[in-house]
């Protein structure tokens, strides 16, 4: 079959032929690219964190121009150009639950309430049925741990979760800003990612930043105690087939 010249199938109207799909295969791409590097990026600053370092530059480097190619860029300068024990000091400022600059994304929509443990039931659920496993003291809703498995495990079910918390990653960007900090640059990168929000998206947020998230410390038993240090990137692997 030969497809017609402006790229789209013969076949029938609204089909987007062999150069649509090429276009479509490397939009996923460059998320797949973007997703990885945001998830190596917001890892606790260790030694394996800069061992990445350099990887997710240059991959970072081959994305096409664009909001998330310039924002992990920047970054990653900064995250070079900075002492290893300065970075680990600010990253533990930065994240801390009490200033809704969490890393872990239910904490948002359900706080330290008993909804937690069953949203977090569920996002495990999410990537025991894509055939990944997270590491048991690791928590699945930790923002790394998400843009891991929507870079290499599911895309699609990787990039729902994100749209289903998107309220949580606008007011952490938001957060970031406001606290100045480079990490806002990473988030955002991500954000680019997702969809345009909606007006009931929007009014979630100003909602959430209002009220904050819910509180009533309770129903996390399953999961252990909430960390006092946000959490690394997660060990997620696939499960041998």
Do not use: N
Request: hydrophobic fraction near 35%; charge should be neutral.
């Amino acid at each position: 079959m030969i497809p017609s010249q402006d790229g789209r199938d013969p076949d029938g109207p609204g089909r987007t032929g062999w150069l649509g799909a090429g276009r479509e295969a490397r939009r996923a791409h460059a998320r797949a690219v973007t997703h990885q590097a945001a998830s190596v990026l917001l890892g606790y600053p260790d030694a394996l964190f800069f061992e990445r370092l350099p990887l997710a530059a240059r991959a970072v480097a081959e994305l096409p121009k664009g909001q998330p190619r310039t924002l992990l860029l920047e970054f990653c300068e900064h995250a070079s150009s900075t002492p290893e024990l300065e970075l680990a000091e600010h990253y533990v400022d930065v994240f801390d639950l009490r200033r809704r600059r969490a890393l872990h994304m239910t904490y948002y929509t359900d706080g330290d309430t008993r909804r937690r443990g069953h949203a977090l039931a569920e996002i495990k659920r999410v990537y025991r049925e894509a055939g990944w496993r997270v590491h048991a003291r690791e928590l699945p809703d930790h923002l790394a741990v998400m843009l891991e498995f929507a870079a290499r495990g599911d895309a699609e079910a990787g990039q729902e979760l994100l749209v289903d918390f998107r309220s949580g990653l606008d007011l952490l960007s938001r957060s970031l800003e406001e606290h100045g900090t480079p990490y806002a640059r990473v988030v955002d990168a991500v954000r680019h990612t997702l969809p345009a929000p909606r007006r009931a998206d929007e009014e979630r947020v100003r909602l959430l930043a209002q009220q904050g998230p819910p509180a009533e410390d309770v129903g996390m038993e399953p999961y252990g105690a909430r960390p006092r240090v946000p959490l690394p990137l997660t060990d997620v692997t696939r499960r041998p087939r």
